[in-house]
T-cell receptor
Framework: GESVGLHLPTLSVQEGDNSIINCAYS??????FIWYKQESGKGPQFIID?????DKRQGQRVTVLLNKTVKHLSLQIAATQPGDSAVYFC??????????FGAGTQVVVTP | GAGVSQSPRYKVTKRGQDVALRCDPI?????LYWYRQALGQGPEFLTY????????KSGLPNDRFSAERPEGSISTLTIQRTEQRDSAMYRC???????????FGQGTRLTVV
């Protein structure tokens, strides 16, 4: 759905721990999903994507899980580092549709 | 080009003036998206193109906003009779085709005074 609200949810995680960021998507027709990272003053940066014919995809230190039954997406970051501090957005897309962003989660990595 | 290029990076304009924001996508990318992003919020969809065809313009706030991509490459987002509420970061993104990752430009920071 549309991004709403002025305050981003915040996830505070200790350096070295694993992070899990959750996202609920709205369109049951969406078949392609992307996670983006946005650092202060920069544009969104692609992290990892997943298509609806998969339920899990792994990258370097990141894993995306897709549960189509409950329309839920998650991003797991292993061994979180200070450089992982950013806002994370999930985005969904139906085949011929627009790429729609969620509201975002602020991740703060503490030493 | 190496990445998505947007110009100008910063634009200050007086209320009532028209502005044109340019996006130069990655060479060969079919899909091009325009977003607006307020501080602390996610990118808000405005419009998108596949090649030169505008596939969806449902996010354009009103008829003062328009976009074109006449040759299927460079795109221009035009805002007529700007208002202070139009002040925001305008972001462009492109993707190789309609179902691959979109890459973002640095954005144009528009300030209407």
């Amino acid at each position: 759905g549309e991004s709403v609200g002025l305050h981003l949810p915040t996830l505070s995680v200790q350096e070295g721990d694993n992070s899990i960021i959750n996202c609920a998507y709205s369109n049951s027709a969406s078949d392609y999903f992307i996670w983006y990272k946005q650092e202060s003053g920069k544009g969104p940066q692609f992290i990892i994507d997943i298509r609806s014919n998969m339920d899990k995809r792994q990258g370097q230190r990141v894993t995306v899980l897709l549960n189509k039954t409950v329309k839920h997406l998650s991003l797991q970051i292993a061994a979180t580092q200070p450089g992982d501090s950013a806002v994370y957005f999930c985005a969904e897309k139906a085949s011929w549709g627009k790429l729609q962003f969620g509201a975002g989660t602020q991740v703060v990595v503490t030493p | 080009g190496a990445g998505v290029s947007q110009s100008p990076r910063y634009k200050v304009t007086k209320r009532g003036q028209d502005v044109a924001l340019r996006c130069d996508p990655i060479s060969g990318h079919v899909s091009l998206y325009w977003y607006r992003q307020a501080l602390g919020q996610g990118p808000e969809f405005l419009t998108y193109f596949n090649y030169e065809a505008q596939q969806d313009k449902s996010g354009l706030p009103n008829d003062r906003f328009s976009a074109e991509r006449p040759e299927g490459s460079i795109s221009t987002l035009t805002i007529q009779r700007t208002e202070q509420r139009d002040s925001a970061m305008y972001r462009c993104a492109s993707s190789r085709d309609r179902n691959t990752e979109a890459f973002f430009g640095q954005g144009t920071r528009l300030t209407v005074v």
